[in-house]
């Protein structure tokens, strides 16, 4: 048996009852995928399997919670997942993708899931993911606090970045801007 053999639905067994599945993607599982993003985590998944005219129709409902790097301090933290999707499939010669529609070998009759609940899972992680207020790392908010280059109107979230190599306390107020850059100041961006 493959690694992710247990993540196989073998679709040719399904007749016009829906027939449902229940996965538990811990840290093995996310160890085996080997992938950068998503390390550990404990995710449940419920795979609805429903055979249509032509085509089997396959709802995944995901519901855990993953561990990711805070992108303010780098420690895991922990993001909450819950994401429904719908996942198109029939049967075909060969393996591939047509108008969102996964063709499966019709010899083999059957899918692999492992990777697409995977798919599904980093798709939804946010852009931004940074621990609640309070909860980052103190030492190295300390040391980013240091390092940072603030702009007039500039927030927590928006500061500019200047990495400064000396190892002195003091806060880097850079305000000054380059006169050639200051009109674009006064730009209005408000196309309305």
Not at 27 to 42: C, M
Not at 77 to 83: A, D, G, L, R, V
Not at 157 to 164: A, E, I, K, T
Request: aromatic share 10%.
């Amino acid at each position: 048996m493959s690694k992710f053999g247990q993540y196989n639905i073998v679709l040719k067994d399904i007749n016009e009852e829906v027939r449902t599945f229940e996965f538990s993607l811990n840290d093995e599982y996310f160890a085996k995928i080997d992938s950068p993003e998503v390390k550990k985590g404990l995710v449940g998944a419920k795979v609805s399997v429903k055979k249509k005219i032509g085509v089997y129709e396959l709802s995944f409902i995901l519901d855990g919670v993953i561990q990711i790097p805070c992108d303010r301090c780098l420690d895991d933290m922990n993001q909450p997942i819950h994401h429904e999707d719908v996942l198109q499939v029939k049967f075909g010669a060969s393996w591939s993708e047509e108008n969102e529609i996964v063709v499966v070998p019709e010899a083999e009759g059957s899918i692999n899931i492992a990777w697409f609940m995977y798919e599904f899972i980093v798709l939804n992680i946010p852009i931004k993911h940074v621990h609640a207020p309070g909860e980052c790392n103190k030492s190295m908010v300390t040391k980013l606090k240091r390092h940072i280059t603030r702009q007039k109107d500039d927030t927590d979230d928006n500061g500019l970045f200047d990495f400064d190599d000396s190892d002195d306390d003091t806060i880097v107020d850079d305000t000054q801007v380059d006169p050639r850059w200051e009109s674009l100041q006064n730009i209005n961006f408000d196309n309305n």
